[in-house]
């Protein structure tokens, strides 16, 4: 009879303690099936599909830059080429898009110097370097880093020849 009574201890103890294990391990498998269901709904459902996302920039940024800024022409220009004999003659009209309507005012206050920028400019010029399209589109990119510089903190979008004849 001595012996029952441990018996019977240790049989009570290791009840509850399977019962707190088994009550651990069934709350463990609830919160991971729960984590992952959640998971799952939340990338299913809730989160925005990349390629969409990718779409919609790159539309937001393809509008930003089709859109078109206000525009400012120059009169037009009509210099001598750097060529030996002197015989060519360049006339150039330039219209310069900029990035808003204040920035016009600016552009007009400065169109002097940007008059000048541009017969300095021309004049230096040989009729072989200004011929080519890659001339072309070196005079426009020079043009732009110059004006740019003159109308600095605002910025010239682009600048498009309206006309351009070499004779």
């Not at 309507?101 to 300095?120: G, Q, S, T, W, Y």
């Amino acid at each position: 009879m001595a012996d029952e009574p441990t018996e019977n201890a240790e049989e009570t103890e290791e009840k509850p303690k399977k019962k707190k294990l088994l009550l651990f391990i069934i709350i463990g498998v609830v919160i991971l099936l729960a984590g992952g269901g959640g998971y799952l709904a939340y990338t299913k459902y809730m989160l925005p599909d990349p390629a969409i996302a990718e779409a919609e920039a790159e539309k937001a940024k393809k509008e930003a830059i089709n859109a078109v800024g206000e525009m400012f022409e120059l009169q037009p220009f009509v210099v001598n080429l750097a060529d030996p004999k002197g015989k060519r003659y360049l006339k150039l009209k330039i219209t310069i898009e900029l990035e808003s309507a204040e920035v016009l005012e600016k552009a007009e206050k400065a169109k002097p110097k940007m008059r000048d920028m541009v017969i300095m400019m021309l004049t230096s010029l040989t009729f072989e370097e200004v011929m080519t399209p890659e001339g072309k589109i070196r005079v426009r990119d020079e043009l732009l880093e110059r004006f740019n510089h003159v109308m600095r903190p605002s910025r010239i979008k682009n600048i498009y020849f309206t006309e351009f004849v070499i004779q």
